[in-house]
Nanobody, 121 residues
Framework: QVQLVESGGGLVQPGGSLRLSCVAS????????MGWSRQGPEKQRELVAT???????SYADSVKGRFTISRDNAKNTVYLQTNSLKPEDTAVYYC???????????????WGQGTQVTVSS
């Protein structure tokens, strides 16, 4: 069973920064893609950033130039560096891995439990 655990959320003032981390444990063969999504108060879940196993990243327009996604394949970990945070970035942030547990199994989606990010003065 693959489990994802996020950390790094918290309360930060506008303009501040946070670094979110998500580490996977369990039986994993490969992780073709990792990503972060978020869900703000009374909002739908939004895809924030993704990164492939080869390091190709993509971002939502709302975070381009402020957030950076990265991954450490040896540690099965994905990071989200969030800079110049705004009150509208307040949300629960979820990591997502598209992973294979064995060579023969298809890719499946796995989600973390979420970490709260609150941007407020």
């Amino acid at each position: 069973q693959v489990q994802l655990v996020e950390s790094g959320g918290g309360l930060v003032q506008p303009g501040g920064s946070l670094r979110l981390s998500c580490v996977a444990s369990g039986r994993i063969f490969s992780i073709p893609a990792m990503g972060w999504s978020r869900q703000g108060p009374e909002k739908q879940r939004e895809l924030v950033a993704t990164i492939t196993s080869g390091g190709v990243s993509s971002y939502a327009d709302s975070v381009k130039g402020r957030f950076t996604i990265s991954r450490d394949n040896a540690k099965n970990t994905v990071y989200l560096q969030t800079n110049s945070l705004k009150p509208e970035d307040t949300a629960v942030y979820y990591c997502n891995f598209r992973a294979k547990v064995t060579y023969y199994m298809p890719v499946s989606d796995y989600w973390g439990q979420g970490t709260q990010v609150t941007v407020s003065s």
